[in-house]
């Protein structure tokens, strides 16, 4: 076996480690009414899932009832991200949750979108899944010297899933998705993202000119400082990034200078730590 690395544009300024290569332009949050019903393809992946894993009764509640899809999701932003004079160069989506039905959200966009930008999916990482998104696209930024990139973090509340999970980790109350945009002229800050593997939860000290951030399941367990803010933990996987976009302007008219968002699963063990060293308003 042979493998190799894709070629990077040489530098004259190191990249620290987890310093995202483009500064952050917007964040764009948006919620969505369940308003389609499960389509037949559905029905019957589900009613052979539930035979096979002897939920037959589970799958048969989902008829009649409604949903939306990643891809109806991401596509309230295709005007949003087209910009025909400077195309966007990726797209990484986020979501520790499973589509509603099987869909392509990411290759929808990249039909979508001028430019032919390149799109995949992190899954399946819980409530850390959107700083390790945030990390893979950094490298793929870094390599192919990209000057626009987005990553979208997406949940939902209805999906196929057995009883004896629930409970076991916090699931969405709501259809919700967070586009962090970046762009070489983005105003709003520079990001540095860090995942750390096997390790127990810890809430880093602010001071007065910084906001911690801190995810509604990891709160419950480690109560933060009264300071701190505390995401829904009823939006596991968008609601650090929500509360992020919801005070933004407010931190910033404060003179603050960093936000830091964290967040622990502690079925994996894993830790994800963004911080966002904010520029002047």
């Known amino acids: 076996m042979y493998r190799s690395v894709p070629p990077a544009p040489a530098r004259t300024d190191p990249v620290p ?16 009414d369940a308003d389609e019903a499960f389509g037949p393809d559905a029905l019957r992946i589900f009613n052979d899932l539930g035979v096979a894993y002897g939920m037959p009764e589970q799958a048969a509640g989902f008829v009649g009832r409604r949903r939306t899809t990643f891809t109806t999701m991401v596509e309230s932003l295709v005007a949003e991200l087209t910009d025909p004079d400077d195309p966007i160069g990726l797209v990484v989506l986020a979501h520790g949750t499973p589509d509603s039905e099987p869909h392509w959200p990411a290759c929808f966009l990249a039909h979508m979108l001028p430019g032919d930008p390149f799109t995949f999916a992190v899954a399946d990482h819980g409530v850390t899944t959107p700083f390790l998104a945030l990390r893979i696209a950094a490298e793929y930024i870094r390599a192919d010297d990209l000057g626009r990139a987005a990553v979208v973090i997406l949940e939902q509340e209805e999906f196929f899933c057995d009883p004896a999970l629930v409970g076991q980790a916090p699931m969405p109350a709501e259809n919700r998705l967070v586009a962090l945009v970046f762009d070489r002229a983005g105003t709003l800050g520079t990001v540095a993202v860090a995942v750390t593997a096997d390790t127990e939860p810890e809430l880093p000290a ?18 933060p400082l009264p300071s701190a803010v505390v995401a829904s933990a009823h939006l596991p996987g968008t609601g650090t990034w929500s509360a992020l976009h919801d005070g933004l302007d407010r931190w910033r008219g404060e003179g603050a200078e960093q936000v830091t968002l964290i967040d622990y699963d502690p079925a994996s063990r894993v830790q994800g730590r963004c911080t966002l060293t904010l520029r002047s308003a």
Do not use: E, H, K, Q
Not at 17 to 32: C, H, N, Y
């Open 17 to 32: 480690v987890g310093r995202f290569p483009l500064p952050l332009a917007r964040i764009i949050t948006r919620s969505f």
């Open 206 to 223: 602010v001071d007065g000119s910084s906001v911690l951030v801190v995810g509604g399941r990891l709160a419950a367990t480690n109560p």
